[in-house]
């Protein structure tokens, strides 16, 4: 099936119904919640998941599990996606949040194939051995760190989602600090607790989810300058140190074969 919503199709008796859609650039899927659990997988582009408790970035030819219910945003950066709403019933072993993976090149494929099917196909035959297939190869991924939390209070949430928005080398704890009315010393213990980190560990950590929009139409050494490195080398250091990759993986300059899996 092809651009067609979701909530029109949901009613079909299938655990997996495959759906791939075409979104137009900077298009964003306002908050949502699908009753199924959803694998959203980005053929092309970058996509920023939003949920109340975090933000994950999804990168080109990776792909996003969305737990049944959960209310989420997604910002489509020339996005075609391939995507699965599956019956929670049947993925018991789901992750309860958010979760970016890696997506092989067999699971590439099935997806592809998947996303041809009509509604009510065959659960017997050729198309429901792809269906648990696809489920298969879904439960051995790997999660990858593309994601930051977001603080359950009002205030850090509002300082954290402006952060991410426009992020900035040169706030301070002291500036955050300032903005809760609170001192530097008890705001970072209350930000720590309520995500796990540092207010200044999660700002080194947005700033580079920040860079993975951004490689898709600019340099590595344009991008270190805009995020306020001091050179592309302690950019690189510090992009490849959280996510594992350098950032010329996802870099404009032969973007089409850069971000595959090495």
């Excluded at 959960?70 to 958010?98: F, K, N, Q």
């Excluded at 996510?243 to 032969?254: I, K, N, Y």
Aim: glycine share 6%.
């Amino acid at each position: 099936m092809r651009n067609v919503s979701a909530d029109a199709v949901d009613h079909v008796e299938r655990v997996v119904l495959p759906i791939g859609t075409d979104y137009p650039p900077g298009h964003v899927l306002d908050w949502h919640e699908h009753r199924r659990a959803q694998f959203l997988y980005g053929a092309t582009g970058v996509m920023v998941v939003d949920t109340d408790a975090g933000t994950w970035t999804v990168p080109p030819e990776r792909a996003v599990l969305i737990p049944a219910a959960t209310r989420h945003r997604v910002r489509m950066l020339g996005v075609s996606t391939r995507s699965l709403y599956i019956e929670p019933d049947a993925v018991p072993w789901w992750p309860a949040m958010c979760t970016v993976v890696d997506v092989a090149p067999l699971l590439r494929q099935l997806l592809l194939s998947a996303v041809e099917f009509e509604a009510d196909y065959s659960p017997s035959g050729r198309e429901g051995c792809i269906a648990e297939l696809l489920l298969y190869e879904i439960a051995g991924l790997t999660p990858l760190p593309f994601h930051v939390a977001i603080p359950p209070s009002a205030d850090l949430a509002k300082l954290c989602r402006e952060y991410l928005a426009a992020p900035d080398a040169g706030t301070t704890n002291a500036v955050w600090a300032r903005r809760t009315a609170q001192s530097e010393r008890a705001f970072t213990r209350r930000f720590r607790a309520e995500t796990g980190d540092s207010p200044a560990v999660w700002r080194a950590r947005a700033r580079l989810l920040a860079a993975v929009p951004l490689l898709r139409t600019a340099s590595v050494t344009e991008v270190a300058g805009r995020l306020g490195y001091a050179s592309p080398a302690a950019f690189t250091t510090a992009f490849t140190r959280a996510f594992g990759l350098p950032p010329s993986r996802f870099a404009a300059r032969g973007q089409a074969g850069s971000a595959r899996r090495p």
